[in-house]
């Protein structure tokens, strides 16, 4: 595992925060894509823009990026030789968002560009009821295609195997990379 794509059935899922402990415990570069999607004052950088700082990024030996993003999920899947995907309960998903929004009101996240205080809106909501069983049937096509080519997803399911998985990197666990 040397390029890995973290991606989660939806917002709330935990992809960032699970990027950041697992480029910690492996010592990787970890880019958000949220970080280069969303300019300051929540404005979106232009989809060409967007693609060509991927392209930079996925040109290194090593790196772990986060999000969905399916307008350049291209980019990423040609160059990754990992997909973790991260899959809980809608409902949880549904109770992170409204966590964050809470936890970091009137801030910034970590994982977001500068500018871009955490709120959330119907519309955000809406969006992740709408499209959370579509897109789970969408990322297993997905990962079929991408296992095809003889490379690994790993799939966790649940707040237990996902705090698994990290601790037996941060063990040093599972070989080395």
């Known amino acids: 595992m040397n390029r890995i794509m973290v991606m989660g059935v939806s917002a709330g899922v935990g992809k960032s925060t699970f990027a ?7 010592q990787l570069d970890v ?29 290194k030996d090593q790196w772990i990026i986060d999000g969905n993003y399916s307008n350049s999920y291209d980019i990423r899947e040609q160059h990754a030789d990992t997909i973790i995907y991260l899959e809980l309960p809608l409902l949880v998903c549904l109770y992170r968002v409204l966590k964050r929004r809470i936890v970091h009101s009137g801030k910034t996240r970590p994982d977001m560009r500068e500018g871009c205080e955490e709120k959330i809106d119907f519309k955000f909501l809406k969006f992740i009821i709408t499209t959370y069983h579509r897109r789970k049937k969408m990322m297993r096509t997905r990962f079929k295609e991408f296992q095809n080519s003889k490379r690994v997803v790993i799939v966790l399911q649940g707040r237990e195997e996902i705090k698994q998985f990290l601790k037996e990197y941060e063990r040093g666990g599972r070989g080395t990379m």
């Open 31 to 59: 880019y958000h894509l949220d970080t280069i999607f969303w300019k300051p004052n929540w404005v979106e950088t232009p989809l060409e823009e967007f693609r060509a700082k991927q392209k930079e990024i996925v040109k």
């Open 20 to 26: 950041r402990k697992l480029g910690e415990a492996l």
